[in-house]
C-alpha cells in the first residue's frame, strides 16, 4: 500500500514559477514510477510529467506532456522518497487540479495512461491569473 501527499500549489499570476512535492510512505520497493496529472473543471485528467527509474543504467528518465516541455522540470529526491515539479512560466491554461501519481501493477516504462499509476494523492490547485 502506498500512500502520497501532496504540497505546493496555490494562485501565481502568468509568467511566475511553482513547486509540488509529492512524498511517497508504504512500501518503497513497490515504486520505481512517479508522475503528475492535471485536471480542468470540465476536462479529463492528463498527463503532466512523469518519472520512472528502474532499469535505466544511465538513471531516471523522465516524460513531459508537449504542452510543458521547457517549463516544467520533474525530479526525484531518493533520500526523502519524493518527487518534485517545479513549474516555470505558468500559463492560465496551466490552471487546474495537479495529483500526484505512483506506478501501479499494468504500468510500463514511459506510461502516460492515468490507469497504470495505480496509486494516487488528493490532488492541490493551481491556478493562473492572466
Known amino acids: 500500500q502506498v500512500q502520497l501527499v501532496e504540497s505546493g500549489g496555490g494562485l501565481v499570476q502568468a509568467g511566475g514559477s511553482l513547486r509540488l512535492s509529492c512524498a511517497a510512505s508504504?512500501?518503497?520497493?513497490?515504486?520505481?514510477?512517479m508522475g503528475w496529472f492535471r485536471q480542468a473543471p470540465g476536462k479529463e485528467r492528463e498527463h503532466v510529467a512523469s518519472?520512472?527509474?528502474?532499469?535505466?543504467?544511465?538513471?531516471?528518465?523522465?516524460y513531459y506532456a508537449d504542452s510543458v516541455k521547457g517549463r516544467f522540470t520533474i525530479s526525484k529526491d531518493d533520500a526523502k522518497n519524493s518527487v518534485t515539479l517545479e513549474m516555470n512560466q505558468l500559463k492560465p491554461e496551466d490552471t487546474a487540479a495537479y495529483y500526484c501519481?505512483?506506478?501501479?501493477?499494468?504500468?510500463?516504462?514511459?506510461?502516460?495512461?492515468?490507469?497504470?499509476?495505480?496509486?494516487w494523492g488528493q490532488g492541490t490547485q493551481v491556478t493562473v491569473s492572466s
Open positions: 518519472i520512472s527509474w528502474i532499469g535505466y543504467i544511465g538513471g531516471p528518465t523522465a
Open positions: 508504504g512500501d518503497p520497493f513497490s515504486i520505481f514510477a
Open positions: 501519481a505512483a506506478n501501479g501493477p499494468t504500468y510500463a516504462s514511459g506510461s502516460t495512461y492515468a490507469p497504470d499509476f495505480g496509486s
